[in-house]
């Protein structure tokens, strides 16, 4: 089955920038949708910002518009997370999926949409 491996998290000062990296095992055109979840110490996972691969519409967590732009090469077989204007609310455990499986009829935050995880990719944010 697919493989997502992320890479690129780490430290950085606030209004700084990152860039994940997803790698996929599948080109990431033959998904439905891929995106980022995050998830801090003692909250829920939460969705960060979406693409639906085949047309490259994206969706985009209200707290993140305008900082983080999602965007994928699949002939790199690649997501990535370009993160902007960081701030220490971003600081949390990055997650990236993926829907392999089938168009649910949306591409968005709905965690049973994504049957692919990665590991995740540590993100921290100094105040």
């Known amino acids: 089955q697919v493989q997502l491996v992320e890479s690129g998290g780490g430290s950085a000062q606030a209004g700084g920038s990152l860039r994940l990296s997803c790698e996929a095992s599948?080109?990431?055109?033959?998904?439905?949708?891929m995106g980022w979840f995050r998830q801090a110490p003692g909250k829920e996972r939460e969705g960060v910002a979406f693409i639906y691969t085949k047309t490259g519409n994206t969706h985009y967590a209200d707290s993140v518009k305008g900082r983080f732009t999602i965007s994928q090469v699949n002939a790199k077989k690649t997501l990535y997370l370009q993160m902007n204007s960081l701030k220490p609310e971003d600081t949390a455990m990055y997650y990236c999926a993926a829907n392999f499986d089938g168009w649910t009829g949306t591409c968005e935050a709905v965690l049973a949409d994504f049957g692919y995880w990665g590991q995740g990719t540590q993100v921290t944010v100094a105040s």
């Open positions: 599948a080109y990431t055109y033959s998904s439905y949708c």
